[in-house]
């Protein structure tokens, strides 16, 4: 299957400060991306969707100037978690579709100080 | 999306087929049925898809009633790796086309799949 390159797996910042996680898709064109945030013991929660080229659009709830969504080419999306607090502390997952199915990234666990 | 409805949890020994079930009674006829599985501290993984005709692929098994109302994940011989907790989603495909979709990718709770020794 198509692979989906996430980075970093993990990071750990102090409260206050910004972060940048990477989502790439290696061998095909992802035209939509999909970033979650998962909960220990929760589901997958959709925070927002990313079409190239364009603004995301973001699930009710989510802050968009707090978790920035850049998807600038048909590889590439980022997400930026702003001004992180504890409270922002999560496993975020990004997933890339191609036609019939959508791959997901391994995840990015955040830990915020 | 329609909503799907999959028990918390299963249990299944190591080597026999575990059958995961999934409702789907509101599916429209242009929604697929997609399963995914995500172990623990991973990203889902892609397990397969079907519109009403039973598929089978190196993975699993899904079944499709007739009515498209509910369905079948089976894994035939489960191992300790199929541990894990498994996602019934049915939506439409992606359109993709240049420009994206505004389509949602949305998860349920899923059934956590526990295979003994």
């Known amino acids: 299957g198509a692979v989906v390159s996430q980075h970093p797996s993990w990071v750990i910042c102090k409260s206050g400060t910004s972060v940048k996680i990477e989502c790439r898709s290696l061998?095909?064109?992802?035209?939509?991306m999909f970033w979650y945030r998962q909960f220990p013991k929760q589901s997958l929660m959709l925070m927002a969707t990313?079409?190239?080229?364009?603004?995301?659009?973001?699930e009710q709830g989510v802050e968009k100037d707090k978790f920035l969504i850049n998807h600038a080419s048909l590889t590439l999306s980022t997400l930026t978690v702003t001004s992180a607090h504890p409270e922002d502390s999560s496993f975020y997952i990004c997933?890339?579709?191609?036609?019939?199915?959508?791959?997901f990234g391994q995840g990015t666990r955040l830990t915020v100080v | 999306d329609a909503k799907t409805t999959q028990p918390p949890s299963m249990d299944c020994a190591e080597g026999r087929a575990a059958n995961l079930p999934c409702n789907h009674s509101?599916?429209?006829?242009?929604?697929?049925v997609y399963w995914y599985r995500q172990i623990h501290s991973q990203g889902p993984q892609y397990i397969i898809h079907g519109l009403k005709n039973n598929e089978t692929n190196e993975m699993a098994s899904l079944i499709i009633t007739e009515d498209r109302k509910s369905s079948t994940l089976i894994l035939p011989h489960a191992t300790l790796r199929d541990t894990a907790v498994y996602y019934c989603?049915?939506?439409?495909?992606?359109?993709?086309?240049?420009?994206?979709?505004?389509?949602?990718?949305?998860f349920g709770k899923g059934t956590l799949l526990t295979v003994n020794p």
């Open positions: 509101t599916i429209s006829g242009n929604e697929y």
């Open positions: 989603i049915v939506r439409v495909l992606f359109s993709g086309s240049s420009g994206g979709s505004n389509y949602k990718l949305t």
């Open positions: 997933s890339a579709a191609q036609n019939t199915e959508a791959f």
């Open positions: 061998d095909f064109q992802a035209t939509t």
């Open positions: 990313s079409n190239e080229g364009s603004k995301a659009t973001y």
